[in-house]
């Protein structure tokens, strides 16, 4: 993974939860409120430097955890394979991919994302969902960035995030057929797996 596909993903993914209402408005001013949020806590001077990582890093993961569909983007991950799996494998890989996707977001936000300029530039339905179109806007480079959100509960969550034309869920999706196709289904859990323990003994902390 490029330095700027990374930078450029933990700028664009991390979302906040607003005030719940009875209807969900405009998804667009919640994504602005929800990042500069998001950018306050890696700014926050009584966060910076090496000792505040860990606290960094716990807010950023529950940012994420409480903000994207994470499950519902492990069966869009996998997509037509998903129905082939039974209910106990299905399930194992959901909290795998879960564990995976939230720990490598809170790395990358924590690593690359400071204070950015972000240009709002409108919405566009997408059948169930509604796609927010915005741009980081830096000095040498202008990176278009799409958020996929959907209305759930009265709010607006993430389902997929597409960076200067990549989904990130198409990219998983690409992933996770490859390994699938020239390996096995039980190769990819035995690497998720590995992966997933690595975490445990290191945390994003």
């Known amino acids: 993974m490029s330095m700027r596909w990374s930078s450029t993903i933990a700028i664009c993914v991390i979302l906040l939860a607003g005030p719940a209402s009875a209807v969900a408005g405009s998804p667009t001013p919640e994504v602005k409120a929800i990042l500069d949020q998001a950018i306050e806590v890696q700014t926050r001077p009584a966060l910076q430097g090496p000792e505040g990582r860990p606290e960094r890093a716990r807010f950023i993961r529950e940012i994420v955890k409480a903000n994207f569909l994470s499950a519902d983007m492990a069966r869009e991950s996998l997509k037509d394979h998903w129905e082939k799996l039974n209910p106990k494998q299905q399930a194992e890989f959901r909290?795998?991919?879960?564990?995976?996707?939230?720990?490598?977001?809170?790395?990358?936000?924590?690593?690359?994302?400071?204070?950015?300029?972000?240009?709002?530039?409108?919405?566009?339905?997408?059948?169930?969902?509604?796609?927010?179109?915005?741009?980081?806007?830096?000095?040498?480079?202008?990176?278009?960035?799409?958020y996929s959100v959907v209305e759930r509960n009265a709010r607006w969550l993430v389902l997929d995030v597409t960076i200067d034309g990549v989904s990130i869920v198409g990219n998983y999706q690409n992933q996770f057929r490859r390994v699938i196709a020239t390996q096995s289904f039980d190769e990819l859990m035995k690497k998720m797996k590995i992966q997933s323990q690595a975490i445990k003994e290191e945390p994003a902390s």
Request: proline share 4%; no cysteine; charged share 35%.
């Open 95 to 146: 909290d795998l991919f879960i564990d995976l996707f939230q720990d490598s977001y809170t790395r990358m936000v924590l690593n690359f994302l400071r204070r950015e300029t972000i240009e709002y530039l409108g919405e566009r339905p997408e059948k169930d969902r509604v796609r927010v179109q915005t741009k980081i806007m830096r000095i040498n480079e202008h990176i278009p960035v799409d």
